[in-house]
Each structure stands twice: as C-alpha cells, then as structure tokens.
C-alpha cells in the first residue's frame, strides 16, 4: 500500500493528522467511511429556496464582502447574491478567508442553510466554490469523521485523488460468494461509498460493505476459536432427571422445562453441546444449569460452572450443596482466595469432586479435571470470547452451556454465538410481581428516602446505586463514598454498607455477604451489583444520576429487586432532559421485558453506536447497524458458514485473501486474542 505523504497535498504534518484518525496508508484511507452524505446534485432558484434545509445554490456575487465587527471576537462578512430569481444576503460569522475569495460579478455555488432573519431570508456560514472550479458541489458529497485540525476538504481531496488514481485495491470475497449473495466488487463499492454517483450506487456499495464486515468478523470469530469443526463426543447414556427435579424447592417453569429437554437431546446426542441459555434476570437459568450438571454427574464425569464474580460463585455455591446434598454428590468452590486450595485441587484432579463452582481461577493451568464433560459459563456476557474458550480446553469436547442474562438482540446474538445454538428462557417463575418503577426529579428525594426508610423498617432490604465511587472535582454526580456517609448519618439505626470495584476483593466479598445475610440493611454501590447476585429481601431499588446509565444496564441493576414475593420498587433520580433520558425512562416504567428494552436500547442508540458491541469484546462495527442490517447478518452468517465447511482453515488459494483479511481484524482486536 503506499503511504500518505504520495498523495499530491500530503506532507509530514496532515499525514500526522490523518493517523490520528487511524489513516496511515492509501487503504486505511479508502476505508475511512464517510459518517454521512450532503446532497448537492440539485441546485435552486434563490426565489424558491426553502427555510431550514441545507441546499444548494447558483448565484452571482452581486456585492463585495462587507465586514462589520460588531464586538470583540466577533466580525460579520456580508455579501449580496442573486440570481434570475432573486436576491439574498450571504452571511458568516468569524469567517476572514471569505473576505478575498469572491469576485462581484461571477457565479458560485453555495451549499447551506436558509435561515429568516427579521422576515428576511438569509443564508448562513454557506460553504462555496467558484463555478469554475467546481469540485464538490453538483454531487453527493461525503462527510467524514474528523479530529482537530483535519478539515472536510482535506478527507476529501486525499479520499478523491486516491480513488481518481483507480489504484486498484485486491478483492478478497470470492466471486462465487459475490454472485450468490449479490454484491458488487470492491473498487465499485469504495468509489460509491465515498462519492456515490447516485442514492442506488450508495445502497449497493453499502450493502457490500455491510456484508463484508460481518462475513470478515464473523469469519475471525471461527477461526480465532477454531472451533469451526464438528466435535463429537460419546453421548450420555443415562437421561433421565426428574428425581433431581422433584427435590427442587419449586416447580420448574414450562420454559425451564422445555430449556433442560433441549439440553438432554445434545447431551444425548454424538456431538458435543454448544448451546446459549438466554434468559431475563430473575427466569432461574440457574436450575436449569443444575439440572445438566445433575444429569452429568449421574452419567459418570464432572462438571464445572464459572461465574464472573466471587460473590456470585460462593452464592451458586451455597445453593448447590444443597441442591446435590440429597444425592449425595461432592460440590467444591475454586476461587482465587478460597481457602485450602490444595486439597480442593486435588479432590477435581482425582475425581472425587464431582461438581467444581468457581469464578476464572477455575481456568489456572494448575486446575486440571479428572473427566470433565460439562462447563458451564455463567452471566457469559461479563467474560471475554477467549475466556470461554480455555474453558471448554479444560476438558475433550466438552458440553458447553453458557448463560447470559444480557438480553442482546438476537442479531448480536448471532454473531457473538452463531456457533451455538440459542435457548430462551422466555418465562418468569409464577407469582413474580413486576418492579414498579417511577423516574423522578431531584425534588422528589425527600419522599423517596422517607419511601425508603419506611419499607427498612418494616425489615426489607434496600439498594442505592450511583453512578461515581467518590468525588471528583470536575462532576457533581452523586457518589457512593459521599451518599453511604449520609445515609448512615441520616439513619443511624439501620447497618449501611458500601460496595465498589476500587474496593479489595475480600473487602467487597465481606460487605456483600453481609447484605446477602441481611445484617446489613442498606447497601449503597456502583454498578458492580449488576450481575447475579440474588438477595430475595431486597425490595427497593434507588438510581441515583439514572441519566447516566444506559437502558439495558439500568434494567440489569433493576433485576436485582423483585427476587423474592414482596412487591418491589425501583426509583431512578434522573436529571437532564436530553430526549434519550426521557426515553429511557419512559422505556423502563413501561417494561419489565429485557428483551424488548434490549431492542428499544438499539434503537435508542441508533446507528453508530452498535449495542454494546465493545461489552461483549467484539470489535465497534464501522458501517454494518445491527437493527437494520439483521438480514445481510444473516446472509453473511450462512455464508461464513458454507465457506467454512468447504474449506476449514481458509487454505485454498481463492480464499486466502480473505483470510488475511480475518485474520487482520483478530490482531487488531486485543479481546479476540
Ligand atoms: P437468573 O435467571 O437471574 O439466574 P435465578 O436462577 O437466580 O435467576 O433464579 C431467581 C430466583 O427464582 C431464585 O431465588 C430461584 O430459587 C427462584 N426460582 C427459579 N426457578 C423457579 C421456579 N420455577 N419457581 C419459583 N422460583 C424459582
Ligand atoms: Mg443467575
């Protein structure tokens, strides 16, 4: 590829502006997408120019600039145009340059927005150019991302010499992939996406590019994991659970049951299992896990369930020993600080540990099973795509069970586990009230605290989470420190708790064990409680600074309230009145549904911003809008799919392009390695 400073206009110092933008050669260039399009192909009479649309015009200069200052940093430039239509004045604000660039008499094009200024129609801070000269206007016109320093011009011309040189870049889909999915070449694609001829070309050329990106990530995601292959593995022979079921303290759900038969049918079956458990806090994903491991224990091997945090193992733990007591099956905990480690090691090394609770310690080269056939993976979404993977190495084609309470949409959730199959846990356990919850404005805090107070006293349990752990100069946002200092103040008979991820993990543990055990009445956190954890006395939830937290996240912490029969509360303090505030409020009083908040989320977000895709350790996707494009991802998904089953590892020589070019974005993602 050749470098930047070839291009005619590019010296040392844009090229060091345009790395800032991550364009360090002509192909990082052509693939700097545009964040959006002016449309300049038509111009209007000035007589018919509407107000408040940017559009463009051809007129004369029928005056010289004027320059009026009309205060200390702040000069007016003023022209009058016209054209057979009508007359209008230009005007800019700070703008010298303009001073010199027009001759009365000659024609230019100016592109912007017609504004009414004391009854009389204006056009503002318009960007021109000479008819001559015309370069950018009578076309649909590419705007890019900038930093500061790099003009839109500057993108501009370089992106327009380097396609004008048709230096051509080497396509690397297959022609075969092209013609059955209908997409245009490469070159085609990058001259219209960032000069498209027309709004067709525009589509074609970003379908291509929208199919591409997908097909190459979802591609880095096999190959990366390398578990593209078939596993087989030799199925259960014993499938039979319900006396496991029976000693449960419950009633499984329709969905719960329907989930475990799911899970039998793959354990039964010659390969091994590879299946996403997807379920809305609170829908007991985690008996569904139980009732697997029961099954693997009772066919002769081990099983292992990892959790994101300690306190989350130790609390699966607990309800474990219980669970499998009856049967007389050994639990262990592995965490990183559990105590006699040794032993525990040795007793998963020999076997006699039947079921292995951890957290990541579980994945230390020092543990090693003795016939692992089940790992489990819970809240997935809090570990990173190769953590799962060195679980499922722990063992020879394990069954994998993995569990997230993250309602992605299911778009996302094909490309982050389009290699697993999906269950849905699409029911909650009966009786379940669903939280009430309000948004309200600062001047409501004093009810709510009484509101809290009360409910205290009457001995339930109580959540108040923030936003920052401690003060900071800059922000006036509640924090924790502060806010458990006052309500600790403020309620002297109640035991306040603090809770943060600054915090030692033995510290955190000891607080949250305290809450979970109900000596503690108050627990004030950031958003470390998001996950699992299950304190079924907790009916009050309060957000401080709600604006701040994003819709799914807010319903994550939500989750933690209504676990147990009492009516619960979630009260968010939100200030700010930005419409996306609003909206995500409004989204949170209606519903208690994770998945339609996951897709109200989306689209709240829009395009640009593609769910979270960082959270779940994927790459930000450039051009490709999850909610849009759900077809092309499907599409490209069955491609992958194909291709791969012909050609494994991407080995023959039509392919290999393509996997350069997967193989490139895997380097550059740190999380994928
Ligand atoms: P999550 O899906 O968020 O992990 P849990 O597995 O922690 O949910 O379950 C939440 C609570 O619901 C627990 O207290 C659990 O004992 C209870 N629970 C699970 N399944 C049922 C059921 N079928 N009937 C009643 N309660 C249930
Ligand atoms: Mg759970």
Redesign the pocket.
């Known amino acids: 590829m050749a470098k930047l400073t070839d291009i005619k206009g590019i010296g040392e110092k844009r090229a060091s502006l345009f790395a800032k933008i991550g364009v360090t050669d002509t192909e990082s260039l052509l693939r700097y997408f545009p964040r959006g399009y002016e449309d300049r192909t038509k111009t209007v009479p000035l007589a018919e120019a509407p107000i408040g649309e940017n559009i463009c015009i051809r007129a004369r200069a029928f005056s010289h600039v004027k320059e009026t200052r009309i205060r200390k940093n702040m000069t007016i430039y003023s022209m009058i145009i016209n054209d057979d239509s009508d007359a209008m004045s230009v005007i800019w604000y700070n703008n010298r340059f303009v001073k010199d660039s027009f001759k009365e008499g000659k024609e230019y094009i100016f592109y912007g927005k017609i504004v009414l200024n004391r009854g009389k129609r204006e056009i503002v801070n318009p960007v021109y150019e000479s008819v001559e000269k015309q370069k950018f206007t009578g076309r649909i016109v590419p705007v890019y991302p900038l930093c500061e320093g790099l003009t839109q011009a500057a993108v501009r011309s370089a992106v327009e010499s380097v396609i004008g040189e048709r230096e051509r870049l080497t396509e690397y889909i297959p022609r075969e992939i092209r013609s059955r999915y209908n997409l245009c070449e490469l070159n085609f694609a990058l001259s219209n996406i960032h000069f498209p001829e027309n709004a067709d070309s525009y589509n074609i050329a970003r379908r291509r590019f929208v199919f591409e990106e997908l097909f190459t990530l979802r591609l880095a995601l096999m190959l990366k994991k390398g578990n593209n292959q078939v596993r087989k593995r030799t199925p259960y022979q014993l499938r039979e659970y319900g006396e496991f079921v029976e000693k449960l303290?419950?009633?499984?759900?329709g969905a719960?049951n329907r989930v475990i038969s799911e899970i039998v049918a793959d354990v039964t079956s010659d390969t091994a299992m590879s299946r996403l458990v997807q379920?809305?806090?609170?829908?007991?994903?985690?008996?569904v896990a139980a009732a697997a491991i029961y099954l693997t224990v009772k066919n002769g091997y081990q099983a292992v369930m990892m959790a994101p945090t300690e306190i989350l193992a130790k609390q699966h733990y607990e309800?474990f020993l219980e669970m499998f007591e009856p049967f007389g099956i050994n639990v262990v905990l592995l965490t990183s600080s559990s105590k006699g480690k040794k032993d525990t090691l040795s007793k998963i090394e020999s076997g006699e540990a039947r079921v292995i609770i951890g957290t990541h310690a579980v994945l230390q080269k020092n543990v090693v099973f003795n016939n692992l056939a089940l790992a489990v993976t819970?809240e997935q979404h809090r570990f990173g795509v190769t953590q799962r993977g060195m679980l499922i190495d722990k063992g020879e084609n394990v069954n994998v069970l993995v569990?997230t309470?993250t309602p992605i949409p299911r778009t996302l959730a094909l490309i982050l586990y389009g290699d697993l199959n999906i269950s849905a846990?699409d029911e909650l356990?009966?009786?379940r009230k669903p939280v009430k919850t309000y948004a309200v404005g600062e001047n409501m805090r004093e009810r709510i605290y009484a509101f809290l107070e009360n409910n205290v006293k009457s001995g339930m349990q109580a959540y108040v989470v923030c936003p920052l752990v401690a003060e900071t100069e800059k922000s006036d946002l509640e924090n924790a420190e502060n806010l458990s200092v006052k309500l600790s103040k403020a309620y002297p008979e109640f035991k306040t708790g603090l809770v943060h991820g600054k915090m030692k993990a033995s510290e955190k543990n000891e607080i949250m064990s305290s809450f979970v055990s109900g000596e503690t009445n108050i627990l004030v956190s950031t958003t470390v409680i998001e996950v699992?954890v299950?304190v079924?006395n907790s009916n009050i939830m309060i957000i401080e600074n709600a604006e701040r937290f994003g819709l799914s996240q807010l319903h994550q912490l939500r989750?933690r309230v209504g676990?147990g029969g009492e009516q619960a509360y979630c009260i968010m303090v939100a200030h700010g009145k930005s419409d996306v505030t609003k909206m995500r409020m409004k989204t949170m009083c209606e519903s208690n549904d994770g998945f339609y908040i996951a897709e109200q989320d989306l689209k709240l977000r829009g395009p640009g911003d593609f769910f979270g895709t960082r959270q779940h350790g994927l790459p930000e996707l450039k051009i490709a809008n999850l909610f849009e494009d759900s077809d092309i991802l499907v599409m490209a998904q069955n491609a992958a799919n194909e291709l791969l089953a012909k050609d494994s590892e991407l080995k023959l020589d039509e392919n290999l392009a393509l996997k350069k070019r997967a193989l490139a974005i895997v380097a550059e993602n740190t999380v994928m390695n």
């Not at 303290?249 to 759900?253: C, D, I, S």
């Not at 379920?279 to 008996?287: E, N, P």
């Open positions: 303290p419950f009633q499984l759900t719960q379920g809305d806090v609170g829908s007991g994903k985690t008996a309800s819970d569990m309470a846990l356990p009966p009786g699992g299950n079924p989750g676990r």
